[in-house]
């Protein structure tokens, strides 16, 4: 009977982590307010039916799918960086400027005006932004020794390319952005160096 439920669980977490694929897919592809039930049972090849019993609702669904993308970017880990340059560039490259991460900002964005959403999602973004603080700590040195100067350097970095991501729709191209990203890494680079840890590794 254990064995049972024990399989019935694991394929239980099989659907509702496609569920979640599909739902980043579509906030990648076609924003938050067209991604609907219907479209994500279609794409994850599940009928409607099948995903509400999973995420009754939309907010259910997206509430879970941030849980998985914030989940993501916290369990990933930029391998053995050479220099600050390569540590920040990488983290555009691999992290932020990936359909995971349009689909988060789907996410936040839509929290800016749906106060339902947002109530449901806030304390977990509070958790994810000390999260983030904490990598920050653990990789990188404040050239001042001031370690509040890294956590405000690595938030307005990812607060500037965050917004790269949303000028997208008015024609940049992407070597555009790839110049200011490369611009804003030589400006910010020397107030940083990484931690011995980081660099141990």
């Known amino acids: 009977m254990n064995l049972e439920v024990g399989l019935q669980q694991a394929k239980s977490e099989r659907a509702r982590a496609a569920i979640c694929d599909a739902t980043i897919a579509a906030l990648a592809e076609v924003g938050y307010a067209e991604t609907s039930l219907n479209r994500v049972a279609s794409m994850a090849d599940f009928s409607k039916g099948a995903v509400q019993h999973h995420f009754p609702t939309k907010e259910d669904l997206i509430a879970a799918t ?56 806030s304390s977990d973004l509070v958790d994810w932004g000390k999260k983030l603080d904490q990598q920050s700590l653990a990789r990188y040195q404040s050239v001042s020794g001031n370690a509040e100067d890294v956590v405000m350097l690595l938030n307005m970095t990812r607060s500037f390319m965050r917004g790269l991501l949303i000028q997208e729709q008015y024609g940049v191209t992407a070597a555009t952005t790839l110049n200011y990203v490369r611009k804003w890494i030589e400006l910010i680079a020397p107030l940083l160096k990484l931690s011995e840890q980081s660099v141990s590794r």
Not at 83 to 93: P, R, T
């Open 66 to 121: 941030l849980d998985t993308l914030l989940l993501r970017t916290v369990q990933s880990r930029i391998a053995e960086p050479k220099s600050v340059e390569d540590a920040l560039l990488e983290a555009w490259q691999r992290f932020i400027n990936t359909p995971a991460y349009r689909a988060l900002m789907e996410v936040l964005n839509a929290a800016r005006t749906d106060a339902a959403l947002r109530q449901r999602i």
